[in-house]
């Protein structure tokens, strides 16, 4: 069975970090694109992060670029997401998710979108105080 599961959430202060991780199962991995979306309350779900599967290509919202790094390791199927200097405004609801597009278009044209994915975890909470 295909999964992905997301882990690292938790409760942090302003400032502080959180690493998220992404694991992958039951689909070849090192041929997705993985992105990283968030949904805080009363808000749509907006792209946060995403890496190619080829050349490892990155990128970020504007809201977060400079402040969070992601990363992959194919050995071990998995996604990183390094969340620094955290803002309250980060608090929402963190999922990981795959795209099986090989041979499609540029990631970096559809990355953002939720229609370019393929497979779905089922999120991690992320609460940032003040």
């Known amino acids: 069975e295909v999964q992905l599961v997301e882990s690292g959430g938790g409760l942090v202060q302003a400032g502080g970090s959180l690493r998220l991780s992404c694991a992958a199962s039951g689909f070849t991995f090192d041929d997705y694109a993985i992105g990283w979306f968030r949904q805080a309350p009363g808000k749509e779900r907006e792209g946060v992060s995403g890496i190619s599967s080829s050349d490892g290509s990155t990128y970020y919202a504007d809201s977060v670029k400079g402040r969070f790094t992601i990363s992959r390791d194919n050995a071990k199927n998995t996604v990183y997401l390094q969340m620094n200097s955290l803002k309250p405004e980060d608090t929402a609801i963190y999922y990981c998710?795959?795209?099986?597009?090989?041979?499609?278009?540029?990631?970096?044209?559809?990355?953002?979108?939720?229609?370019?994915?393929?497979?779905w975890g089922q999120g991690t909470q992320v609460t940032v105080s003040s």
């Open positions: 998710a795959a795209a099986g597009r090989l041979g499609a278009a540029p990631v970096r044209l559809w990355v953002f979108t939720l229609d370019g994915y393929d497979y």
